[in-house]
């Protein structure tokens, strides 16, 4: 957040506990600013598995229009071996302490605002840290018997998020599955699943049983729909499809139209009497041609997770 000025926002306030991540301890500050030293570099410390350093500018960063003010700033340093486009994301307090209060002015950004550290942009703080004419009066305790403490706090904030992508797919490629089942009336094993088919890319199965679904349906065909990739608890997809018998005569399809929320609890949805054994028996009505049954599977709608 900036200002009228074109300055980006910060917040003081004061507090008794003391920074939590490095002290700067200055003594003889008056000779250091009669030295004419534009820039005090600190020692590097570590925090959240990086390296920083504090940089003070005792009469002010000119270039930065600092003039007047002490000038302080945070860098991540020591990042040559980092890999190819590197960043880091931190908030921070840089702190100038009171010692006759016994209390830290704490300065940040307002609302902790996050920083990104990165090969461009390597340091981040602030160009009016501190009014000169504040810091040298005595009464204030930021500078007493020539001693002056300095410190900073800095969290890191890595990219540990998990993150999840919802999407709903109106017919996706590959969207109809055909099944031909020859000879079908030798068929006597309970359920029948066909091979793996990819839509989009998520893998489904038909699951089919000859004689209806145990004893729910025992003069009909039940069909299912079966999902492959449905195994991790928590993973569901969401699928308006159709499933079908064919017709081979009159296109007349025994065809019925189902939504569900497919899960490793619940991974295949379908009818169990989807076409009743009078109907398949009945040569006329076209299902069952040269003892081959073609069954389908088309799904409409389905989301997909990533």
Not at 42 to 58: I, Q
Not at 87 to 113: C, M, W
Not at 218 to 246: E, G, H, T
């Amino acid at each position: 957040m900036e200002n009228k000025s074109g300055e980006f926002a910060i917040t003081r306030m004061a507090r008794h506990f003391r920074p939590a991540h490095y002290l700067l301890k200055i003594q003889s500050y008056s000779l250091l600013c009669e030295t004419g030293v534009e820039k005090y570099d600190s020692g590097v410390f570590e925090v959240g598995g990086h390296k920083w350093r504090l940089s003070l500018y005792p009469k002010g960063n000119e270039k930065m229009n600092g003039t007047g003010h002490i000038s302080i700033y945070l860098s991540i340093v020591d990042t040559e071996k980092s890999p190819l486009g590197w960043e880091v994301n931190a908030s921070f307090k840089l702190f100038v302490y009171d010692q006759i209060r016994d209390k830290f002015l704490t300065i940040q950004d307002v609302e902790g605002a996050i920083r990104r550290f990165h090969d461009i942009k390597t340091e981040w703080g602030f160009d009016k840290f501190l009014p000169l004419d504040s810091f040298n009066i005595i009464s204030n305790g930021y500078l007493v018997n020539d001693c002056c403490v300095f410190g900073a706090e800095i969290f890191v904030h890595e990219r540990s998020a998990k993150r999840e992508c919802f999407t709903m797919i109106r017919e996706p490629p590959n969207r109809i599955m055909t099944w031909k089942i020859e000879n079908f009336s030798q068929k006597d094993r309970v359920l029948y699943a066909s091979q793996v088919y990819v839509v989009g890319e998520l893998k489904w199965k038909i699951l089919i049983y000859p004689n209806g679904f145990y004893n729910e349906a025992p003069k009909a065909i039940s069909v299912f729909l079966d999902s492959v990739d449905c195994v991790a608890p928590d993973y569901k997809i969401f699928v308006d499809f159709k499933l079908r018998i064919r017709d081979q005569i009159n296109n007349e399809h025994a065809e019925e139209r189902a939504k569900h929320w497919f899960s490793a609890s619940c991974n295949d949805w379908g009818f169990s009497q989807l076409l009743s054994r009078k109907d398949l028996e009945d040569a006329s009505k076209g299902f069952l041609v040269e003892d081959t049954l073609i069954v389908e599977a088309e799904i409409m709608v389905m989301s997909t997770i990533k």
